[in-house]
């Protein structure tokens, strides 16, 4: 009905409607933006208060707010310096008086200190005292206007206060009325943030990255020693680890340089190199680390794992002379390498083993116990045998079984990349010591395993749920076999990257999430178990609009994900790189941060042992920002070319709305579009690309969409061609 009324219109009629309501609805979208979400003055999101550690002076926010109980007491020590000066100048301040003074030191503690005090346009702090409403502000001017030099240094504002009510409240007015003390208290819609925000739904789901480090060559891995010092041990494909303190200080030594031992090269996509490394779990007591890398040459290579010791005299180097080989395992073809190396809760060392390489598993590797190949083994390399550098745990799954590799733990591997073994949640424990891998697939799809004695995992005889091998794919090959909790296809994303289940406590609305990602589309996700149908739900991550993701947040990252790590804290990063070769400095390293909610600074940071550093630091600098547009609304992230990747925006953003603006007009006839328009290209998120040029056909299309609003667009992104 509606369709057929709009066909009959003129084309001036349709002309001015579409454009005014575009327009309308651009601006609506723009509006959404600008109703931003809780935020401290750090550029970080308030927090929970437990019940033994709420505010008691500031308690109009001592359930959910940005004070800690220490600010809280700092804020009531300025609250009695503040009542004792003016009481020696002026005499004992009114009730009233003191009811205002406490209302706006206050303010530092609401959800939204940073609109209160203007600083999210800013990205500072640029006034020291709260945005007020008229109302209040004129009724403080009336009756305490006295006390104005005593809470700020200000001078315009001070002056102000000894001018007509008027002239001071414009001074202490905000840009955004919308956020002004009280009336921001009264706002449904902004108290539905806050709801939304504790509670982990709504709009507040998309995330921010905090950088923590840059410059790196394909940095593969990031793991801590569990000693309580939190050191961040990062690993360089090429051979070198560095050591980088908890406020993201790098040491100008490497933990461990050894390049002349590692087998890679500067071709783009080279897998092999130094690809896993773990501390022994008497890492404190034994000094033991060990690595896992490539080593021979092109025409004879091999992986190797083995066992290093720290030196004595300095806890942030390696003694690269004590390496002793644990374990070699002859590699066919030069990818398919595998990589993890991680201890288990039951203190046995696990590592995956790619099948071989080339394509297809040509060996039938996966499938074949009696190889190391395409497996997850398990050894003991505490207990060693005489004239052995380890054991073979007397529980493994495949003792004493006639043609099988004892060291085998679990089969029908791929080439896992990246595993993680789950801390458990924090209050119940559940899940602790789960394995949790990324099998990267072949042709058609990507999958995520859950690790377990003994299991199966159906390489090559099927891949994520559906056959690849249709003479395998039966009883006889799939005995025993585990199916994936989560598989996707090569049109979302064609090489998974495992991840971690969070356990952390800055961020947690993530708490049960197990965020993983893809290193071609560059796309994040989280899978979180449905305990009712005991099935794994996918989401994919978005990350936060420029306006969220403010101060020390970033909302873009370099396309291709390498990994994950976990911190001791157990808050998660991710690594990335815009052209994955060793040669190439592109790489980062970034915490996830959620924009919305995180945990009481005084809860998450504990007391840490101190690291003695004995040479020289490099300081953390920021990178620059990205040359190219960043925008999380107009970023492709399914271009095969290198650059910053921002998949999936929360919300419309202002560029969003702008450029669909230029699209409907010159849709309607209002511009023309230049001939070097011709290289930008418009695609929906799923599908083909249509030049503009060719947007008149979809007329129809977008005058559908505006009659059920702006939200109802396809998820657009804007490539080059």
């Given at each position: 009905m509606i369709m057929a009324a709009l066909s009959s219109w003129s084309v001036s009629s349709f002309r001015a409607a579409l454009v005014s309501s575009f327009i309308a609805a651009a601006c609506l979208s723009t509006i959404q933006i600008c109703i931003a979400h809780p935020q401290c003055l750090d550029f970080f999101p308030p927090f929970d208060h437990d019940a033994d550690q709420r505010p008691e002076f500031c308690t109009l926010y001592n359930r959910f707010g940005c004070c800690t109980r220490a600010k809280d007491l700092e804020i009531q020590q300025k609250y009695e310096e503040v009542a004792e000066e003016y009481e020696r100048v002026h005499g004992k301040l009114s009730s009233d008086c003191l009811d205002f003074l406490k209302d706006i030191l206050c303010q530092e503690c609401s959800p939204y200190a940073a609109h209160l005090y203007d600083a999210e346009t800013t990205q500072q702090r640029s006034r020291q005292l709260p945005g007020l409403c008229n109302g209040y502000c004129t009724a403080f001017h009336s009756s305490c206007s006295q006390l104005l030099p005593f809470i700020t240094t200000e001078e315009p504002l001070r002056r102000a206060a000894t001018n007509s009510a008027a002239v001071f409240c414009d001074k202490m007015a905000i840009p955004d009325i919308d956020y002004c003390f009280p009336d921001v208290l009264a706002s449904d819609d902004l108290s539905q943030w806050v709801e939304e925000a504790q509670s982990g739904t709504g709009r507040g789901q998309c995330l921010c990255l905090?950088?923590?480090?840059?410059?790196?060559?394909?940095?593969?891995?990031?793991?801590?020693?569990?000693?309580?010092?939190?050191?961040?041990?990062?690993?360089?494909?090429?051979?070198?680890?560095?050591?980088?303190?908890?406020?993201?200080?790098?040491?100008?030594?490497?933990?461990?340089?050894?390049?002349?031992?590692?087998?890679?090269?500067?071709?783009?996509?080279?897998?092999?190199?130094?690809?896993?490394?773990?501390?022994?779990?008497?890492?404190?007591?034994?000094?033991?680390?060990?690595?896992?890398?490539?080593?021979?040459?092109?025409?004879?290579?091999?992986?190797?794992?083995?066992?290093?010791?720290?030196?004595?005299?300095?806890?942030?180097?390696?003694?690269?002379?004590?390496?002793?080989?644990?374990?070699?395992?002859?590699?066919?073809?030069?990818?398919?390498?595998?990589?993890?190396?991680?201890?288990?809760?039951?203190?046995?060392?696990?590592?995956?083993?790619?099948?071989?390489?080339?394509?297809?598993?040509p060996l039938d590797s996966g499938l074949n116990k009696n190889t190391l190949l395409g497996k997850i083994i398990r050894i003991d390399v505490d207990n060693p045998p005489a004239n052995k550098t380890y054991g073979i745990p007397p529980d493994n799954p495949f003792v004493g079984e006639e043609d099988a590799r004892p060291e085998n733990y679990a089969y029908g591997i791929r080439n896992i990349w990246r595993c993680s073994i789950d801390r458990g949640d924090r209050e119940t424990g559940y899940g602790k010591g789960r394995i949790i891998c990324g099998d990267v697939g072949q042709s058609q799809f990507e999958e995520i395993d859950i690790i377990v004695k003994g299991g199966n995992y159906g390489w090559r005889a099927r891949e994520g749920f559906v056959c690849y091998n249709d003479a395998q794919c039966n009883d006889e090959w799939l005995a025993d076999e585990i199916l994936p909790i989560h598989a996707y296809p090569h049109s979302v994303g064609k090489s998974v990257t495992g991840g971690y289940v969070y356990r952390g406590c800055q961020s947690p609305n993530l708490n049960d999430k197990y965020i993983f990602g893809d290193y071609v589309s560059g796309r994040l996700f989280y899978l979180i178990e449905n305990n009712v149908t005991d099935a794994w739900d996918s989401q994919e991550i978005c990350m936060g609009d420029s306006s969220i993701c403010l101060g020390n947040l970033v909302n873009s990252y370099p396309k291709n994900i390498l990994s994950f790590g976990e911190d001791e804290a157990g808050e998660v990063y991710m690594l990335a790189t815009n052209f994955a070769s060793t040669t190439h400095n592109g790489g980062q390293v970034f915490k996830l941060v959620d924009p919305s909610r995180r945990g009481n600074p005084s809860e998450c940071f504990g007391e840490k042992e101190t690291v003695d550093v004995n040479g020289p630091t490099i300081d953390f600098t920021p990178s620059d920002p990205p040359t190219t547009n960043t925008d999380p609304a107009v970023i492709s992230t399914t271009s095969s070319t290198p650059g910053n990747a921002s998949p999936s925006p929360c919300i419309p953003s202002l560029t969003t709305a702008a450029l669909l603006a230029c699209l409907v007009l010159v849709l309607t006839g209002e511009i023309q579009p230049a001939s070097d328009w011709s290289h930008a290209l418009w695609s929906p998120s799923q599908g083909g690309v249509a030049a503009v040029s060719r947007l008149s056909a979809q007329r129809s299309r977008f005058v559908e969409t505006l009659t059920t609003g702006l939200c109802a667009l396809p998820n657009l992104s804007c490539q080059e061609k």
């Open positions: 905090e950088e923590f480090a840059n410059g790196l060559q394909n940095p593969l891995l990031a793991i801590h020693a569990n000693d309580n010092t939190h050191r961040f041990f990062i690993a360089e494909q090429i051979g070198i680890i560095h050591v980088f303190l908890e406020n993201k200080t790098r040491l100008a030594e490497p933990f461990l340089d050894i390049r002349d031992s590692v087998l890679t090269s500067s071709r783009r996509g080279d897998e092999r190199g130094l690809l896993g490394a773990a501390f022994h779990p008497n890492f404190t007591l034994n000094s033991k680390f060990y690595v896992y890398y490539s080593s021979g040459s092109s025409s004879d290579q091999i992986i190797r794992i083995s066992e290093f010791t720290v030196m004595p005299e300095d806890m942030n180097k390696i003694d690269v002379q004590s390496e002793k080989v644990i374990l070699e395992v002859g590699e066919p073809y030069a990818n398919h390498n595998g990589g993890q190396l991680m201890f288990g809760l039951d203190g046995y060392l696990y590592a995956s083993i790619g099948d071989g390489g080339a394509g297809g598993d």
